[in-house]
């Protein structure tokens, strides 16, 4: 039945098209091609990346973040409660109005203070500052590093700059040593960032995260086995460039350099815009969806490969409204408040009521001092 199952899996006429077999794609006449067992290289490379990803947060970005200054929040401790510790662990994180009201008649303890607990309670549970100034230093240094490798492996490659050449002589194309050491390290990073979601700073598109890795790893691993290896760095490259400028901003952001964060967040911007809603779709989803028919009639690999850079763009389109929302709230507050993507933390402060009255005073101040032009 496995037997079955792998030439069900391995048939030809799925993933190449007409008349190529797997044959053509066997080392010969001097051309070396890419193998389905090398695959398994991309777990050793993940567990690796983590290892170094360890030392490097430990014994650079720690101290990196250090020097600039950039420290935890100090928070407050929840009180003991084991009936609100249950209900936030078994039903909900952020209870309704009508939870709370219920918890309060079970507690004894006022509305306030049951809203209190929950803040500190789920603050308890967000990663620190210097978390997430460690993990966004790692990534942005993987995605320079990534991204000056892809450059380099690829400038004087002629697909680079006249995309019709991704195609000529397809599958029949030698893999070079450079594409396969590409290939090995993003693979290994997005599986080591999948490894890694349970620990890493949750963010709220969690769910979408977890999408575009598993779909890269997809189409990593089908052009990889395909020979679509040509597309395949390009399609690297172009995530990476505007990935180093994010992963840029939240450090100068973290170490409160405002000014340089916004500058950073603009280019940022732009270059996202251009690279995945500009040259992805109709430079590189173009080159996989238009040229190869005028060699190849269509096949179900060539119909696969599309779909999954369909849902890489509808990714990019999420991506984009929630940077579009990061300009607005740039243009109009003059500030750069953070990534609208992570879980921030919340104010779990109860002041006295005095203090709560003085505050209520100030912010009323204020909001009239806006609305009559002050």
Not at 27 to 43: H, M, N
Not at 87 to 110: E, I, M
Not at 334 to 342: A, C, F, I
């Amino acid at each position: 039945m496995l037997q079955t199952v792998a030439e069900w899996l391995w048939w030809e006429s799925l993933w190449l098209p007409a008349n190529v077999s797997w044959s053509d794609l066997e080392d010969k006449e001097g051309r070396v091609y890419a193998k389905a067992s090398q695959l398994y290289a991309a777990l050793p490379c993940a567990l690796c990346l983590l290892l170094v990803r360890y030392v490097f947060e430990r014994c650079l970005a720690m101290p990196l973040a250090n020097a600039w200054g950039i420290k935890d929040r100090v928070r407050l401790t929840a009180e003991q409660n084991p009936l609100l510790e249950k209900f936030f662990c078994s039903q909900a994180r952020n209870p309704s109005q009508a939870d709370v009201r219920s918890l309060c008649k079970k507690t004894g303890w006022p509305q306030r203070r049951v809203e209190v607990w929950f803040r500190r309670r789920r603050n308890q549970d967000r990663p620190g500052l210097q978390k997430r100034f460690c993990e966004a230093c790692w990534r942005g240094f993987f995605y320079l590093s990534a991204f000056l490798g892809g450059i380099w492996a690829l400038h004087d490659k002629p697909w680079l700059y006249n995309l019709k050449e991704v195609w000529a002589g397809f599958p029949k194309q030698s893999m070079l040593p450079s594409q396969y050491w590409y290939y090995l390290l993003e693979m290994g990073f997005y599986l080591s960032l999948l490894l890694s979601l349970t620990i890493d700073v949750k963010r709220k598109d969690f769910k979408e995260q977890v999408i575009h890795h598993i779909a890269t790893l997809t189409l990593l691993s089908f052009s990889w086995i395909s020979n679509y290896i040509r597309i395949g760095t390009l399609v690297m490259v172009v995530h990476d460039s505007s990935d180093v400028l994010l992963e840029g901003g939240k450090l100068l952001n973290y170490a409160k350099w405002h000014q340089a964060a916004n500058g950073i967040f603009v280019v940022f911007t732009a270059l996202f815009m251009v690279t995945r809603l500009v040259i992805f779709p109709f430079w590189l989803i173009h080159c996989t969806w238009v040229y190869p028919m005028e060699q190849f009639a269509p096949f179900f690999g060539y119909y696969f490969f599309n779909v999954m850079l369909l849902v890489l763009q509808i990714l990019h389109i999420y991506w984009a409204f929630l940077i579009l929302r990061m300009v607005y709230n740039f243009i109009f507050n003059k500030q750069l408040e953070g990534d609208v993507r992570s879980d921030e933390e919340e104010d779990d402060s109860d002041p006295p009521k005095e203090q709560k009255h003085k505050l209520s005073h100030i912010n009323g101040y204020g909001a009239r001092g806006r609305a009559n032009g002050h």
